[in-house]
């Protein structure tokens, strides 16, 4: 088959690294496999061996150019619709078999720009599309529904929002869970007493992943821990952050930007802590169970409710702060339990490889091309 796999760009993020690792096992399953990227901003990511990075035409790149001496308003609007026709044409001569688009913003405006080409979309749900969990744009909560009822497929990762989506919706949906890639099963990791007294955290500075939480929790059992350091890598406004952090009169936390290469600072730390209000599916939890780095999280999503139910990690309530500070001095102070779970955590994760989970992306790019488009005639 000759997929097109899209994305809002190639920066750092849960959708991006999810795109790129479908994109990467889907070739090597023997598919003719491209990726694109909505913005073209600073690439954190690479494009996977074997995947075909494809951009606009040099036409819509000379276009887009002049139109950026328009007003502001009336210049991205002008942009947007002409990216719109630019995609549409591009991907029409390239007659792709199918289009995966991930994330809802995303999977709409590729669901619009493909109305009545013949060319199958499947859009991949990254978070739910409860507005009381997560609330999309004005846009995307509008079209959604509209996308799916004229013959887009949506894909969800969980089973709660496939129930969301089948009970709000009345549309037929496909769970594919992300997966792992084969390299974070290669390499040895260090045995929990041999690791770095760090307690890691890793995503955004934003208000899902709730960093201000784990911080009141880290002010609660810091004095008890004094041989073990909070690091805290993301991006984005952190000195809502810093000022928390002094109010609180909190030491022994350090921030940093993104790291290059998870698995080894995974591999070095003691414990690793997702503070999230909400996730589609938590990637980074995932790859600290492969790793076998001890791991507490809140119940974001039922994913790590079902990572919980088979001992991979310590779960918490969303927003608990003291329990979530009893659960990392639990972990910190008792080498038998970081043990026990690093062993756990990684015979769950062994459950999402990409030989695991590859029947469920077949599954639905199937069913979406039984549907052969959006249509604006007719329902399917």
């Known amino acids: ?22 994109a990467e096992g889907l070739s090597k399953d023997g598919n003719q496999v491209e990726i694109y990227s909505w913005n073209n901003t600073r690439d954190f990511f690479s494009t996977p061996v074997g995947v075909n990075r494809v951009y606009p035409s040099e036409g819509f790149a000379n276009v887009v150019n002049a139109a950026n001496a328009l007003p502001d ?16 044409r591009m991907a029409t001569k390239s007659k792709y078999d199918v289009v995966i688009a991930f ?9 619009v720009s493909l109305i009545s080409t013949g060319i199958p979309v499947l859009v991949s749900e990254r978070i739910s599309p409860d507005p009381k969990v997560h609330k999309p744009s004005k846009y995307a909560e509008k079209l959604r529904p509209w996308i799916y009822k004229k013959g887009a497929v949506c894909s969800v990762q969980s089973q709660s929002v496939y129930d969301w989506v089948k009970n709000n919706w009345n549309i037929q949906a496909v ?11 290669e390499d040895s990791v260090m045995e929990s007493t041999k690791r770095d007294r760090t307690i890691v ?26 041989t073990w350091k909070l690091k805290i ?52 939890v995932l790859e600290a169970l492969a790793r076998m780095t001890p791991t507490v999280a ?5 994913v790590v409710n079902n990572f919980e139910r088979n001992n991979g990690l310590i779960a918490v309530e969303v927003g608990a702060t003291n329990e979530l500070a009893n659960a990392i001095f639990f972990a910190a102070t008792n080498t038998e339990i970081r043990e026990r779970l690093a062993i756990s955590g990684y015979e769950v994760a062994k459950e999402y490889t990409w030989e695991k989970i590859s029947s469920n992306w077949y599954s639905a790019i199937d069913l979406a091309k039984s ?5 604006l005639l007719k329902n399917r």
């Open 298 to 302: 809140t119940r974001s999503c039922d």
């Open 175 to 185: 769970v594919t869970p992300n997966h792992l890639g084969a390299k974070w099963f």
């Open 201 to 226: 955290a890793l995503g955004r500075f934003d208000a899902q992943k709730d960093y201000e939480t784990l911080l009141l929790a880290w002010s609660k059992i810091q004095k008890e821990l004094p």
């Open 103 to 111: 994330e809802s913003n995303i999977g709409t405006v590729v669901a």
């Open 1 to 22: 088959m000759k997929i097109l796999v899209t994305m809002n760009s190639f920066q750092q993020g849960g959708a991006e690294a999810s795109a790129i690792k479908l």
């Open 371 to 375: 549907k052969k488009g959006v249509r």
């Open 73 to 88: 308003g009336l210049s991205n609007r002008f942009i947007a619709s002409l990216h719109l026709l630019a995609f549409r």
């Open 233 to 284: 890598y993301g991006r984005g406004e952190i000195t809502n952050l810093y000022y928390k952090m002094n109010s609180l009169e909190i030491s022994q936390v350090q921030f940093y930007p993104p790291e290059t290469d998870v698995a080894i600072l995974l591999s070095r730390a003691g414990i690793f802590v997702s503070s999230s209000r909400y996730e589609g599916f938590p990637n980074v």
